[in-house]
């Protein structure tokens, strides 16, 4: 299957929950060898997301990938917020994603994760931390 | 004499390789060249035939191996201009040469002594120069470029004057705009100022014909696998006088003539440059390489990318949206095109496009100061060599066309 799905493209082209939302916990991550960029506003009331919008630039995988877990999030809970792992991230996307686009595809997951931890006033994570499948419990 | 590029092509066993249903149109030579079959034979045919340590021992192996590495040496010689072969220093690629002469002859510098560097430059070409400012309280200036993407000689010699610059490192050719720099105004500039001048030649090597001689640079830098040579070995050359001056580098087996437990005497040049065992399999890949670009001609080589770099230009400026760095005047332009489209990110466009067997180089190549002069956070990089045929280009910008209209908006 390839990796530019229709599905893909359409997120690409038409990204949902994209936005800000003003009083909301605000965070950005980078892709700094490509220069793609992602910023996630949470709203979380009671332990549950309530609300998310994002905003960013990039390419089509990481735009795509975004738009797709933001679907997502809206209304789970933080702890299965923070339970995320890459593979769902791949699951979401439902496309073959190879070891050169990785990156592009987990920049939503990396951003999310360290949103989260900003939220709990947290450093943020490293990218081997967002990407290794044994991460330590946050 | 016509170039005959089918003729060329079949001597590259990679180019009958197919991605899917398509034959590969490799158009990423500035990164990396293919390899013709004679280069791939020396390398087996050392393996097979003389494979033994160079310079150590007397047996008959190993004297079949020191031989075939001198003889690699003065290719790489005869190649250059150099004087002598032992201005020749064999490193692990051009990368590794910048970083011998950022701490040798870094070690002969004193705090406030400045290094002048372009910022066009390569990261290979910028970061062992941050690295020694940073270790010994050296001052970088960075050259500016003009707006067509040339080495500002006039603002060169503003800041050379100033006569702290003891050396200037810079580009022979631009591996993201094409554009051949003023190299020999630049030394001459830099002479008369008492600083020395390398030459990072990685990109110039694969298209010109190169004479250290006549271009009197104090040292210069190339890779062998961008100039259809194997991986890892690269050549640094150093004028006699000044490498025999500096500190060796690493430190290790066969750099040395005597140890004690009280220190060591270095070997003389070029062994007193080239520590632990050295690449021999690779220096003979590198001879046959160079050795193939003469017996192919350098300039029939230079006409025959020149032909597809103006046809390439034309096509791609025919894209709407496309934007292409650096000057369109193909007289200009050697060996690459970087360009953009705008609302299409590089890394989408070369991954599309890579289906269909075209390969382009997406990202900033290396020169992250030259894009964010140039205020866009990466490009897409066209680049020929001598085996490249028209019929590549138009694949290429047919493929492009698919992929925009794919990804835009």
């Known amino acids: ?138 | 004499m016509t170039y005959d590029v089918s003729s060329i092509r079949r001597q590259f066993p990679i180019l009958q390789k197919k991605i899917g249903n398509n034959p590969l149109c490799y158009l990423d030579s500035a990164a990396t060249s293919q390899k013709p079959q004679c280069v791939i034979d020396a390398v087996v045919d050392f393996y097979m035939t003389k494979n033994a340590n160079v310079n150590r021992g007397v047996h008959a192996l190993s004297e079949e191996a020191t031989v075939a590495h001198d003889a690699a040496r003065e290719t790489v010689r005869k190649f250059i201009g150099a004087k002598h072969a032992y201005e020749i220093i064999f490193t692990k690629n051009a990368t590794e040469a910048i970083n011998l002469v950022a701490r040798s002859f870094g070690d002969t510098l004193k705090s406030g002594d400045r290094i002048a560097l372009s910022i066009l430059e390569h990261h290979s070409n910028m970061v062992p120069w941050m690295q020694l400012a940073d270790t010994r309280g050296i001052g970088l200036d960075w050259l500016p470029m003009t707006d067509d993407g040339y080495i500002d000689v006039e603002a060169t010699d503003v800041i050379l004057k100033k006569g702290a610059t003891k050396l200037v490192a810079i580009s022979g050719l631009s591996n993201v705009l094409g554009t051949l720099q003023p190299i020999e105004k630049i030394i001459d500039i830099a002479h008369k100022n008492g600083a020395l001048v390398l030459i990072d030649a990685s990109q110039l090597a694969a298209h010109e014909v190169i004479d250290v001689q006549k271009l009197d640079c104090d040292f210069l830098a190339f890779s062998a696998h961008k100039t259809y040579g194997p991986t890892g070995i690269g050549v640094l050359f150093g004028k006699a006088e000044i490498l025999k001056k500096i500190p060796p580098f690493l430190g290790g087996g066969d750099m040395i003539q005597t140890v004690t437990t009280q220190g060591f005497t270095p070997a003389e040049l070029p062994r007193k440059f080239e520590a632990g065992t050295v690449a021999a399999a690779d220096a003979a890949g590198l001879a046959a390489a160079l050795n193939w670009m003469e017996a192919a001609g350098m300039k029939a080589i230079k006409q025959h990318e020149a032909s597809l770099i103006t046809h390439a230009l034309s096509s791609l400026q025919k894209i709407n949206g496309l934007q292409i760095l650096g000057p369109t005047d193909p007289k200009k332009r050697i060996g690459c095109i970087s360009f953009s489209i705008e609302g299409i990110h590089p890394h989408d466009l070369t991954d599309v496009i890579g289906k269909e067997g075209v390969c382009l180089r997406a990202g900033h190549h290396c020169t992250q100061p030259l894009h964010a002069l140039l205020q866009i956070p990466a490009s897409t990089r066209l680049s020929v060599a001598a085996y490249n045929t028209v019929e590549d280009i138009d694949w290429c910008i047919l493929s492009l066309q698919k992929a925009i209209s794919l990804l835009r908006k």
């Open chain 1, 1 to 138: 299957m390839d990796l530019y799905a229709d599905n893909i493209l359409d997120h690409y082209k038409h990204p949902r929950n994209t936005g800000g939302i003003s009083r909301a916990i605000s965070h950005r991550e980078e892709n700094i060898s490509c220069g793609d960029d992602l910023t996630i506003d949470l709203v979380i009331e009671d332990g549950v997301i309530v609300d998310l919008e994002w905003r960013g630039e990039g390419c089509a995988i990481s735009q795509a990938a975004m738009s797709l877990l933001s679907e997502d999030i809206i209304g789970m809970t933080v702890p299965d917020a923070e339970a995320l792992k890459p593979d769902e991230v791949y699951s979401l996307l439902g496309v073959p994603v190879g070891p050169r686009r990785f990156k592009c595809a987990l920049l939503c997951l990396h951003t999310l994760m360290n949103t989260l931890r900003a939220a709990r006033a947290q450093p943020p994570q490293s990218w081997l931390e967002t990407v290794s499948l044994d991460t330590p419990t946050l």
